[in-house]
């Protein structure tokens, strides 16, 4: 196989016409890693069944099944906390539209990455980068690593099961699933697929359970029909959380057309499923569980223990696999081609066509956030920074409108939709300080190391003859270790 050298990117370069960016369709965003034995490189052809697939194993993961207990817990009531659930993706799809503008006017492949470093420049992009690495990313799977273990342990135990053993399981299946990505990022969107149908099905039968008890007049929510507000919490800060919690659920949208399609639907779906946890649950037995969904089943006796909780914990088998890759493998590229990421990160194998050095990268950072005590800090964690990322992309979409007026925008979203979703993403940033002050403060932390970490190793480039030296042989090392290389176009 003859390779000449090339800079590292997927798909296509960035292109413009008459200074002007080029528009893209719903399948420019998408990855494809077919036919890679004679050319090293990421092709983007996923059609739009294939993107609302990918989306949806995004969306619905952890999120419906271990959420629940945080949103009730800062919102006090069952009214509340209904509200929250259907408001957070009502939020959701408007933060959707409003960067479907930015994707469309910027199909160059770094998302998020590639908007902030067109309207503010190098440093708040690297900043986003390093978040999205550091916490954003590996917390997620922390969280959903966690749920699975959750989930599968629950029916053995009379209560919420030891967190040995459920860590164990979840570092077992974060193990697995980088495996699988990297055998193959094709052979796991056809996975995700496949197993979209059980995820539905699963949703749809504790929705079932909970409906035929509000039906049958057996439904645990007699006990407080008429005051589904009691014990409302009215503090802002308090509600500010609560929708930490239930947009965790929602997050993982990318793909502009499809994003529409799928988080109305599963805005849809989540409400119905709150609806039936307390039909058949009491709010009490909510907030008591962890595995809400085994409870839920357990409840309503629709399936046995260890039926239920094998069902609803392969749940999240697909939700952990390639959907999360998808984003960041395209930032990355962005981010080493740019000089804010090592070049290792974004080397290809040679066989599987997938980005090896950077699935084993981020298997190391999500093992080491195993470890944390609390799932439901690392939500509001997660959260925060989410939040404050999206912040600075919606300042820059407006800032954009001003000082580029002559770009062509396919998708312009209505002034109002971003001008609201910016006041609640400052309300989302400033608010939660009150309430998770230490969560809070560790977010800052890390954006702040990011800062130190710029102007220490981009900004004052390292010139030393011993560690260029040194990074070259970490480099060679890890592409003969790996059998990776650079993308090469044919």
């Known amino acids: 196989m003859k390779v000449h050298p090339m800079t590292p990117s997927v798909g296509t370069s960035p292109r413009t016409t008459h200074g002007e ?43 419906i099944f271990i959420s629940p207990r945080g949103v009730l817990e800062y919102s006090g009531s069952v009214g509340l906390s209904l509200l929250v ?23 160059e492949s770094g998302g998020m990455y590639t908007y902030i470093h067109t309207a503010f420049g190098p440093l708040p992009a690297f900043v986003y980068l390093w978040t999205a690495l550091i916490i954003e990313e590996p917390t997620m799977r922390v969280i959903d690593a966690f749920t699975f273990g959750t989930y599968v342990l629950q029916p053995f135990f009379p209560s919420d099961p030891p967190q040995v053993p459920v860590r164990l399981l979840a570092a077992a299946l974060i193990l697995f699933l980088a495996w699988v990505n990297c055998r193959g990022l094709k052979g796991s969107v056809n ?86 946890y307390f039909a058949v649950l009491s709010p009490q037995d909510v907030m008591s569980s962890t595995a809400v969904a085994v409870v839920d089943l357990r409840a309503g006796c629709l399936w046995g223990d260890g039926v239920g909780g094998a069902c609803v914990g392969g749940y999240f088998h697909s939700g952990l696999s390639l959907g999360r890759d998808l984003r960041l493998i395209r930032m990355v590229f962005a981010g080493a081609r740019r000089g ?53 992309g919606t300042i820059g979409l407006l800032w954009l409108r001003y000082k580029r007026p002559e770009w062509k925008r396919p998708f312009k979203v209505w002034l109002v939709l ?14 939660p300080v009150v309430e998770e ?18 102007f220490l190793f981009i900004y004052r480039k390292i010139e030393s003859r011993t560690y260029n030296s040194l990074s070259d042989r970490i480099y060679r090392f890890v592409q003969i270790l790996l059998e990776v290389m650079p993308e090469k176009k044919a």
């Open 21 to 63: 960016p080029h528009t893209a369709t719903e399948g420019d965003d998408n990855i494809n890693t077919d036919n890679c034995v004679d050319v090293v490189e990421l092709k983007r052809e996923l059609g739009l069944l294939d993107c609302i697939s990918v989306i949806i194993g995004i969306v619905s993961g952890s999120g």
């Open 85 to 107: 659930w259907g408001l957070s993706g009502l939020v959701s799809l408007i933060g959707a539209l409003t960067f479907t503008e930015l994707a469309t006017m910027m199909p």
């Open 191 to 276: 996975l995700q697929d496949v197993l979209m149908i059980p995820k539905v099905l699963i949703l749809g039968s504790i929705i079932g359970v909970g409906f035929y008890q509000l039906a049958t007049g057996t439904s645990s929510s007699t006990s407080y029909q008429g005051d589904v507000f009691q014990g409302t919490r009215l503090s802002v800060a308090v509600i500010a959380t609560a929708f930490y919690q239930g947009l965790y659920t929602y997050d993982g949208w990318t793909f502009p057309l499809a994003t529409g399609v799928s988080l109305s639907f599963l805005t849809v779906v989540y409400v119905l499923t709150n609806v039936a």
């Open 340 to 392: 804010h990421l090592p070049k290792t990160l974004s080397l290809i194998n040679i066989k599987n066509c997938t980005p090896v050095p950077f699935i084993i990268f981020m298997t190391i950072l999500t093992l080491l956030l195993l470890f944390s005590p609390d799932v439901y800090s690392l939500i509001n964690l997660l959260a925060f920074s989410h939040s404050f990322s999206r912040l600075f």
């Open 418 to 431: 971003p001008v609201f979703y910016l006041v609640l993403s400052v309300m989302l940033v400033v608010f």
């Open 437 to 454: 002050p230490v969560t809070v403060g560790i977010a800052l932390g890390v954006i702040a190391l990011g800062v130190l970490v710029y």
